[in-house]
Nanobody, 122 residues
Framework: VQLVESGGGLVQAGGSLALSCTAS????????MGWFRQAPGKERELVAS????????YYGESVKGRFTISRDNSKSMVYLQMNTLKPEDTAVYYC????????????????WGQGTQVTVSS
């Protein structure tokens, strides 16, 4: 499966941004989907993940209550709504497809997008 992210950009602290990820092929509903991020000099970390049918979600501690992940299997898309953004949310955000939604690691995901930059100014 090929993944393409969109929606990144520059936003002021306290603002909102929505990311989208489009998957190619007709196997989207077979994959757990996740959003990860990586800031310069830091390891890639989980932002959020969502189960096959969207009924279960998991969030990294730093984004709980601010970010929401969702998916539309009919459109082969996964979304990340980011609210109350902070400068520390600045990173490249990656969409990923894999097999496990509960507290996953990057190694649990076999397919990755190219990433989209999110920059939050203070």
């Amino acid at each position: 499966v090929q993944l393409v992210e969109s929606g990144g950009g520059l936003v002021q602290a306290g603002g909102s941004l929505a990311l989208s990820c489009t998957a190619s092929g007709n196997t989207f509903s077979r994959y757990v989907m996740g959003w990860f991020r990586q800031a310069p000099g830091k390891e890639r970390e989980l932002v959020a993940s969502i189960s096959l049918d969207g009924s279960n979600t998991y969030y990294g501690e730093s984004v709980k209550g601010r970010f929401t992940i969702s998916r539309d299997n009919s459109k082969s898309m996964v979304y990340l709504q980011m609210n109350t953004l902070k400068p520390e949310d600045t990173a490249v955000y990656y969409c990923a497809a894999g097999g496990w939604w509960y507290n996953p690691r990057p190694g649990d995901f076999g397919f990755w997008g190219q990433g989209t930059q999110v920059t939050v100014s203070s």
